[in-house]
């Protein structure tokens, strides 16, 4: 081994060890209690698929499951359509100063998450904001009382926390496209709508696709959005695996559910990209 390969391997050395011991250890366990048994406070070692037959059997289960995956997807769809507009207008409109409007894209993060969930709790609560305005609007008579805990509001409050994660790599897509792509598409007797959709959409896919997939795979292990502002009809997997790794101090079914929304999430992320990739094939 060489001086150059042996700087390598000191220099790749802690990162590994990192690796292994916060990711990759947590991993193995938890894959490993997927198999095991809880009796009362014991946990027996005998493998088993008792654990992955109960998540997919029990109808609640799956019902947490498809349900955290068509949350998910909503609030990726409903962030990128509101941050595409954002991004678009910093890359192409903004001339001077970008990075003013960048540092105020980046303003959420001051704030805690918790903070911030709390906040959409207080808006749409049944003497919040939004029925106070439309009380004092005239537009109805009595409170409604359907805007907080449900699926609807955990949307809302994950696309609004996750809004900055979308711009940022949107605009960084979009601010990489040639603009003399734009100005032939132009002399070639393009409309500035055929421009966008032949040229500027296609080649911000890749940035698209990116912030889907920071948006869509964190936010269906989100259980704390769900348990302030869902309520029963907004619940999602992660809340119960929340339950049976506490309250229920079923580690094994815990690692079971989790595991296997993690493969249901997969599935869905790749079908998710691939939709995604036709898209761009179909726009070219």
């Known amino acids: 081994m060489d001086k150059n390969a042996r700087l390598g391997l000191l220099l790749a050395t802690p990162t590994t060890l990192y690796v292994l011991l916060l990711i990759a250890a947590p991993v193995g366990m938890t894959i490993a209690y ?15 698929w008792a654990n992955y037959r109960e998540v997919f059997a029990d109808p609640l289960y799956r019902t947490l499951i498809f349900r955290s995956v068509r949350i998910a997807a909503m609030v990726t ?23 003013m409007w960048l540092f105020l894209v980046t303003i959420p993060f001051w704030t805690s998450y918790l903070l911030r ?22 537009v109805i008579d009595t409170p409604i009382d359907t805007l907080l805990y449900n699926s609807e509001a955990v949307v809302v409050t994950l696309a609004h926390a996750w809004a900055p994660f979308a711009i940022l790599p949107i605009f960084v897509s979009l601010e990489k496209i040639d603009r003399s792509y734009l100005e032939a598409a132009k002399d070639l007797g393009e409309g500035p709508v055929r421009s966008f959709l032949r040229v500027t959409l296609p080649l ?29 009809d907004g619940a ?41 990739k036709l898209i761009e094939r179909s726009l070219k």
């Open 77 to 99: 769809l409903l962030t990128v359509l509101l941050a595409f507009p954002v991004a678009y207008h910093i890359a192409f409109n903004v001339k001077k100063n970008k990075a």
């Open 34 to 48: 997927s198999f095991w048994t809880q009796e009362f406070v014991d946990v027996t070692r005998d493998f088993t």
């Open 236 to 276: 999602m997997v992660a809340n119960m695996i929340q339950v049976q790794f506490g309250k229920a101090n079923n580690w094994p079914l815990g690692a079971a559910l989790a595991l296997s929304a993690v493969v249901c999430v997969t599935g869905a992320a790749c079908l998710l990209v691939l939709g995604l």
């Open 204 to 232: 911000s896919i890749p940035g698209i696709i990116g912030a889907s997939m920071i948006i869509f795979i964190p936010t269906v292990g989100d259980y704390v959005t769900p348990a302030l502002v869902g309520g029963s």
């Open 117 to 138: 969930v709390f906040s959409w709790k207080l808006i749409l609560a049944q003497n919040g904001v939004v029925n106070s305005a439309l009380l004092w609007l005239g």
